[in-house]
């Protein structure tokens, strides 16, 4: 059992896919009970994960900023809400909760969430699994992206151990369980 970390999108206006998707994780974690550690919202991606998880009895950790809080964008009904000062608060407390980390498709705050913590791990300030669940392709362009840091030697080639690339949400806990050991000390190779 462990605690998971999802960042995803909070669009109401996405494709059905990618809510398929959250829902479908929602339940895996529950059924392998896991701990979900998210954002805390009621909205899109982040409100379908969380539902799906508490609906088949799963375990949800919302951390949300205060000013959320106050636009009453939380979640009701999670088994813990954990209302913080700030967004660095919260991706501070997600990532000291989390045993591995999962992005799910969404935009300019997934986006910031997830290289975040790529950025963490490659500064050896965390070591845990991070998995990119590319959904319809939609992570593809950041995906060629990090091809092309890697070419321009911005990156090493085995900073490409530090995330897993999947399709799909039965694909995530495997992909964890698989997924490669960092360590701290590997951050004497974040000097390129
Ligand atoms: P995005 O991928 O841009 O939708 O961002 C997801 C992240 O944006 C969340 O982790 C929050 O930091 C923040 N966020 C944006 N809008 C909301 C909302 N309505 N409710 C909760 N969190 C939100």
């Known amino acids: 059992m462990q605690t998971i970390c999802v960042y995803c999108g909070s669009s109401t206006q996405v494709d059905e896919a990618f809510f398929r998707t959250a829902d479908e994780l929602g339940g895996l974690l529950a059924a392998g009970g896991d701990t979900l550690v998210y954002g805390g919202g009621s909205l899109g991606l982040m409100g379908a994960l969380a539902q799906s998880t508490l609906r088949d009895g799963g375990r949800v950790v919302g951390v949300i900023p205060q000013f959320m809080y106050e636009e009453k964008w939380h979640m009701e009904g999670l088994t813990e809400l954990r209302v913080v000062t700030d967004m660095h608060e919260r991706k501070r407390t997600m990532a000291a909760l989390a045993d591995a980390f999962v992005a799910l498709p969404g935009g300019c705050g997934t986006l910031e969430e997830l290289l975040e913590i790529i950025t963490w791990k490659q500064l050896g300030l965390v070591t845990q699994p991070i998995v990119i669940v590319n959904v319809n ?3 593809d362009n950041l995906l060629q992206l990090f091809d092309r ?44």
């Open 149 to 192: 840091a890697v070419e321009e030697h911005f990156m090493r080639e085995r900073h490409r151990e530090m995330w897993t690339v999947v399709g799909s949400a039965a694909e995530v806990l495997p992909a964890i369980r698989q997924a490669k050991a960092w360590d701290t000390g590997y951050r004497k190779f974040a000097a390129i």
């Open 137 to 139: 392709g939609y992570y």
